[in-house]
């Protein structure tokens, strides 16, 4: 075979990326999800241009007023715009999902990674850290840690929530790094004389990138849960500043009387989350096939018996 014969058939060959974004586009429910996110973050930070009512703007002819005329989803008792509230509560909510789920899948990364490299004293010293963060209670934790910050950035409860969402997934990273630092690549790599730190980044980390993707993908939606039960409880974001979470506790006394108080933040939170579950669902089966047929397959048995 030639070369011109040969050139054919190698622009033909889609590589990684695009049989993944392939797989991905195939589910419908996956696309859905991406489509709902983005378009709730685009509302979320763009509504100043279209929304007439600021968040912490009172319309003091316009008590508890029912969702409609200017106040699309109606006012609070002392006449703030429960739209525009609810659009700057994902800001923030959206926003500590988004960086919870970035920074703890990286310390994740990272803890996990070194620890299986390198192993001894090193991997003893990072595990017992992670034992020991497994073993406290995080939400109690985080709850009596946050009145101490009282005042500070909200970025503080971003490293609280961030703090204690990495361990199971540093776990499983070391397990994947003692299997994958014993390839030849690997160990090619080593004796080319390639450091430690270029050996994990270059050749260990991007062949555990499925699991990285997806882990950050579902930590995004258990963060904003998360955040909502701290703010719902007074231990999160702080008034004037608003969340999801602040405005379905502000909103549960009245979610009877007053529905549109609670059931608009609480059904937005609820759209948001199911929106990220099957974004993770989507990635896990394109960048995982093998794994989406054995559950397929389970499932086709389970009917069978049925």
């Given at each position: ?24 586009l195939?589910?419908g ?7 709902v996110?983005v378009?709730?973050y685009a509302m ?25 005329g ?8 002392i ?24 920074l703890s ?35 109690l934790?985080?709850?009596?840690a ?5 005042g ?9 929530l ?6 199971i997934?540093?776990?499983i ?5 003692l ?6 690549y ?38 904003v849960?998360a ?10 974001v702080?008034p ?8 379905i506790?502000?909103g549960?006394?009245?979610a ?11 059904g937005f ?12 669902d ?12 054995r ?11 049925a």
């Amino acid at each position: 075979m030639t070369a011109t014969d040969a050139t054919p058939v190698a622009e033909r060959t889609p590589g990684r990326g695009r049989l993944v974004l392939r797989r991905f586009l195939r589910r419908g429910s996956a696309l859905t999800g991406l489509v709902v996110v983005v378009l709730l973050y685009a509302m979320a930070f763009s509504y100043p241009l279209f929304s007439p009512w600021d968040h912490a703007v009172p319309d003091y002819l316009a008590f508890l007023a029912p969702p409609g005329g200017s106040h699309w989803f109606g006012t609070t008792k002392i006449g703030e715009d429960v739209f525009a509230q609810v659009m700057r509560g994902m800001q923030k909510s959206l926003t500590i999902g988004l960086l919870v789920g970035l920074l703890s899948t990286s310390l994740a990364a990272v803890v996990g990674a070194a620890a299986g490299y390198f192993g001894g004293w090193v991997d003893r010293v990072l595990m017992w850290l992670v034992d020991l963060l497994l073993v406290l209670p995080s939400f109690l934790v985080v709850a009596v840690a946050s009145p101490a910050f009282r005042g500070e950035s909200w970025l503080v409860f971003v490293l609280l929530l961030a703090g204690f969402s990495w361990m199971i997934t540093a776990r499983i990273v070391r397990g994947m790094t003692l299997t994958l630092r014993e390839r030849e690549y690997v160990k090619a790599a080593r004796f080319m004389g390639q450091g430690p730190f270029r050996v994990i980044a270059k050749h260990i980390l991007p062949n555990m990138a499925s699991l990285l993707i997806i882990d950050a993908t579902l930590t995004v939606g258990a963060a904003v849960l998360a955040e909502t039960g701290l703010s719902f409880f007074g231990f999160g974001v702080r008034p004037p500043d608003v969340s999801l979470g602040t405005l379905i506790a502000s909103g549960t006394e009245s979610a009877m009387t007053y529905p549109w108080l609670f059931y608009f933040p609480a059904g937005f939170l609820v759209v948001f989350v199911l929106a990220v579950n099957l974004v993770g669902d989507g990635l896990r089966d394109a960048l995982d096939p093998a794994a989406a047929g054995r559950e397929r397959a389970k499932k086709a048995e389970k009917g069978e018996r049925a």
